[in-house]
């Protein structure tokens, strides 16, 4: 199993160099918490559009052909990855770039069960985990370690594993450019 605190301070390496935390608005406890929530509500349109849990959008759209769907992450080298799994461990990833910032660690969860729900369902309870969190919260770690152990068991559920597509998703990360284009937070 991945070490979550190691990968934490790398992710949050990442996000310092590619102008995350620049700025007023990026050092915003409140902004990061939105930006998580929104990751949730992604994998969400994912799964209402009839994505798949991992996919390479090519050109057009899943009726023309336009996905390539892998299943050897291997695969992905370089390019992309969507889905609804991926939109979920983005959502881990901007969790765990918050917790580096903050100084905190992964730590005993709180227990939010992430198996034998719908995708629906958990990103229900995603995002008020997520709203508890907040920085007036003295069990923020709590909940926000829950968030990520109940993704992680909701995604083994359906067959991927987080870790793996963390690190492929964190490589892509690093490829991209500076505030992705000029985004402002």
């Known amino acids: 199993m991945l070490d979550l605190n190691a990968f934490a301070r790398e992710v949050h390496a990442v996000s310092v160099e590619h102008g995350w935390w620049e ?38 759209s899943a009726s023309e052909g336009g996905w390539r769907y892998e299943v050897d992450l291997n695969e992905f080298a370089g390019r992309k990855p969507e889905g609804i799994a991926v939109e979920l461990v983005d959502g881990v990833i901007r969790i765990l770039d918050l917790m580096a910032a903050k100084d905190i660690d992964f730590a005993q969860a709180g227990y939010i069960c992430g198996g034998k729900r719908t995708l629906p369902q958990l990103v229900a309870v995603l995002h008020y985990a997520t709203a508890m969190s907040g920085p007036e919260d003295d069990d923020a770690a709590s909940w926000l370690s829950g968030c990520i152990e109940a993704v992680r068991e909701w995604l083994e559920d359906q067959g991927v594993d987080m870790d793996e597509l963390m690190r492929l998703k964190h490589e892509y990360n690093k490829t991209r450019s500076y505030r992705h284009g000029g985004k402002r937070c």
Do not use: C, F, Q
């Open 23 to 60: 700025g007023e608005e990026n050092n915003d406890i409140d902004t990061k918490i939105a930006l998580i929530h929104a990751e949730w509500s992604e994998a969400l349109e994912e799964y209402r559009a009839g994505r798949p849990m991992v996919y390479v959008p090519i050109t057009g």
